[in-house]
């Protein structure tokens, strides 16, 4: 949508490596060959991110993943929309009756919650980093949002967590078809739709169970 204003050939040469790779993942019979494709793919998506940053491409400024700490603002604001995803994953896989610690995927480890985990993936980058993106674009968050410490960790400051939580709320509230039951869903029901989904291909109601994509 903005070929004058973004590298064209490296967003769709990132497409092609992301679509190939999702085309072997059928053929993908280790487990540690599956975390090796997704391991590659997460770089490949990640290394092209700050293509899609259109605004105030000078504060913001996304050269690769950080977490613990978050060491620029959009790494702040993708983390703490994880953190938030997390959460809502985890109270719908409660609500009907799933253990959030018991994954398929992120294997059984003391405190970590498998399920959710392994459930909110398919959800990050709908829910997180377009929401992420929107917010740096349409200019509703800025710099003064943010505070860096001594150690070079970013934090929201108290205006700028209650400005993001104000703002994921109200996206929360937005609606769309959800591409598989075709119903209109608010985003916010989006991981309680699909904590049912688990659930009932779980107790054999589904044949499989259907991973959201959203293709728009």
């Known amino acids: 949508d903005h070929h004058d204003r973004v590298d064209s050939e490296l967003l769709v040469a990132a497409k092609e490596h992301l679509v190939g790779a999702k085309q ?3 053929s993908v019979r280790v487990f540690q060959e599956l975390l090796g494709l ?17 605004q105030q491409r000078n504060s913001f400024i996304f050269n690769g993943r950080s977490r613990r700490p978050p060491l620029d603002f959009v790494n702040a604001m993708l983390s ?3 953190g938030l995803i997390r959460v809502s994953v985890q109270n719908a896989l409660e609500c009907v009756g799933l253990d959030p610690y018991v994954g398929f995927y992120h294997v059984d480890r003391p405190g970590r919650q498998g399920l959710a985990l392994d459930m909110m993936e398919e959800l990050r980058s709908y829910m997180g980093e377009r929401f992420v993106l929107s917010l740096i ?3 509703q968050v800025d710099s003064n ?33 959800h591409p598989y ?5 608010s985003v916010g029901l989006l991981p309680y739709m699909q904590a049912q989904l688990m659930a ?17």
């Open 38 to 54: 997704e391991g590659d793919s997460g770089r490949e998506y990640f290394s092209v991110f700050n293509q899609l940053i259109l």
């Open 200 to 216: 009932r291909t779980i107790r054999k109601d589904l044949d499989a169970y259907p991973v959201f994509f959203m293709d728009t």
């Open 137 to 139: 674009n349409r200019k």
């Open 24 to 26: 072997r993942i059928g």
């Open 181 to 185: 039951m075709q119903e209109t869903i």
């Open 145 to 177: 949002d943010f505070w860096v410490k001594e150690n070079g960790a970013v934090l929201f400051t108290d205006d700028g967590r209650k400005k993001f939580l104000d703002l994921w709320n109200r996206r929360s509230q937005e609606t769309f078809t």
């Open 80 to 82: 703490f929309s994880y």
